[in-house]
């Protein structure tokens, strides 16, 4: 596709189940990054992938969380055991290269909601 | 420990006034800022860039500069659009490293 797509758009889930978040980067994009925005806050970095190499877990809040990246094609944010904190619009960005200053597009994020 | 500071969390101007938003950095070694603007329920997008050997870079409207001495940056939008009420978001990253700091966002509304 032309942009970055993330799905669901919108998810609400009952505290304590689990969630899968999938994220589509630009074609050809090396780079990938999960990035979280919960309520009157910033964006906070989760995680990076990078062609092969290992990713960049360390902005996970929790061993809750994890991410899978499949080549540099599709990548998955799972959150197990949601908690009510972990309600937040979840961002996924790509890049063409690791050098610094090549600009993220970003997707439109998944709202989660946990009651 | 916040990084990148947006101090203001919410802005209003007039139409085709100025609008200025600010944003500052603690860490010295940053050497490259973005600025992002996002709309409700759409992801941020780039809008303006600066690298720490420039201190300004224009582009149309938007004009942004950067104070190194003071760790301070602000972006500028003459004239100022009902189209450009959104969120403005700066980032800041440096040399070698690929993480991305950004700050917490500053709310623009711009009155027709």
């Known amino acids: 596709g032309a942009g970055v797509s993330q799905s669901p758009s919108n998810k609400v889930t009952e505290k304590g189940k689990d969630v899968e978040l999938r994220c589509d980067p630009i074609?050809?994009?090396?780079?990938l990054y999960w990035y979280r925005q919960r309520l009157g806050q910033g964006l906070e970095f989760l995680i990076y992938?990078?062609?092969?190499?290992?990713?960049?877990k360390s902005g996970l809040p929790s061993d809750r969380f994890s991410a899978e990246r499949t080549g540099e094609s599709v990548s998955t944010l799972t959150i197990q055991r949601t908690q009510q904190e972990d309600s937040a619009v979840y961002l996924c960005?790509?890049?063409?290269?690791?050098?610094?200053?090549?600009?993220?597009?970003f997707g439109s994020g998944t709202q989660l909601s946990v009651l | 420990d916040q990084q990148v500071k947006q101090n203001s969390p919410s802005l209003s101007v007039q139409e085709g006034r100025i609008s200025i938003l600010n944003c500052d950095y603690t860490?010295?070694?940053?050497?490259?800022f973005l600025w992002y603007k996002k709309y409700p329920a759409e992801g941020p997008t780039f809008l303006i860039s600066?690298?720490?050997?420039?201190d300004k870079n224009e582009d149309g409207r938007f004009t942004v500069f950067l104070n190194k001495s003071a760790k301070h940056l602000s972006l500028h939008i003459v004239p100022s659009q009902p189209g450009d009420s959104a969120v403005y978001f700066c980032?800041?990253?440096?040399?070698?490293?690929?993480?991305?700091?950004f700050g917490t966002g500053t709310r623009l509304k711009v009155l027709a």
């Open positions: 980032a800041a990253i440096y040399s070698g490293t690929y993480k991305y700091i």
């Open positions: 860490n010295s070694m940053f050497d490259y």
């Open positions: 992938f990078q062609g092969n190499s290992a990713p960049d």
């Open positions: 600066i690298s720490s050997i420039k």
């Open positions: 960005a790509s890049s063409a290269d690791v050098d610094h200053g090549e600009k993220l597009f």
């Open positions: 074609s050809g994009h090396t780079a």
